[in-house]
T-cell receptor, first 114, second 115 residues
Framework: KAGVTQTPRYLIKTRGQQVTLSCSPI?????VSWYQQTPGQGLQFLFE???????NKGNFPGRFSGRQFSNSRSEMNVSTLELGDSALYLC?????????????FGPGTRLTVL | GQNIDQPTEMTATEGAIVQINCTYQ??????LFWYQQHAGEAPTFLSY????GLEEKGRFSSFLSRSKGYSYLLLKELQMKDSASYLC????????????????FGKGTKLSVKP
């Protein structure tokens, strides 16, 4: 079974621009979660989508948004980029809505904001 | 508040045993996960505990005490390839009180294995 894929793998943007990141979950997985990873803060939860609905949301400003399509693929958008948005953005998929559903991570998109 | 603590760095010798501790204080609890992350790579799943006790999987074991808010990951017969960051994560309770909570991660423990 193919793993979680993310595109693009690397991205360089300038302040004020916007960016869209894409995530394709493991086949059959309906839940997609997004995380931001920085050296100082570690992995921080952005939001989770399940069956095209946002199910959970972390404490990030409204500039960070996402959506999920009917095929479970998900996109994350960051508008009006700031220098502090430079990070590794990881998505993870899991199989169902039950307890202990293990999240499997994609390779991430490394975003650099100049 | 949500708080997960683990040591920042640890060093151990090839062939030895190392224990990485994790303590947590979260508003809800729906299981604890350990992930391994090599530099520049994605986290990979190692173990999951939801009931008290020890879960063993090859050279890796994970222990959970819910009453103490405590877990540890035990790595035996250390190999050089075990040099990585180890992330402890607690699954929170979902916003509707169900089991679909998100993962709250500690900042990770960077393990260096020396020859």
């Amino acid at each position: 079974k193919a793993g979680v894929t993310q595109t693009p793998r690397y991205l360089i943007k300038t302040r004020g621009q916007q960016v869209t990141l894409s995530c394709s979950p493991i086949s059959g997985h309906r839940s997609v979660s997004w995380y931001q990873q920085t050296p100082g803060q570690g992995l921080q939860f952005l939001f989770e989508y399940f069956s095209e609905t946002q199910r959970n949301k972390g404490n990030f400003p409204g500039r960070f948004s996402g959506r999920q399509f009917s095929n479970s693929r998900s996109e994350m958008n960051v508008s009006t980029l700031e220098l502090g948005d430079s990070a590794l953005y990881l998505c993870a998929s899991s199989g169902s809505s039950g307890r202990g559903d293990t999240q499997y991570f994609g390779p991430g998109t490394r975003l650099t904001v100049l | 508040g949500q708080n997960i603590d683990q040591p920042t760095e640890m060093t151990a010798t090839e062939g030895a045993i190392v224990q990485i501790n994790c303590t947590y204080q979260t508003s809800g609890f729906n299981g604890l996960f350990w992930y391994q992350q090599h530099a520049g790579e994605a986290p990979t799943f190692l173990s999951y505990n939801v009931l008290d006790g020890l879960e063993e999987k090859g050279r890796f074991s994970s222990f959970l005490s819910r009453s103490k808010g405590y877990s540890y990951l035990l790595l035996k017969e250390l190999q050089m390839k075990d040099s990585a960051s180890y992330l402890c994560a607690v699954r929170d309770v979902g916003i509707y009180g169900g089991s679909q909570g998100n993962l709250i991660f500690g900042k990770g423990t960077k393990l260096s294995v020396k020859p």
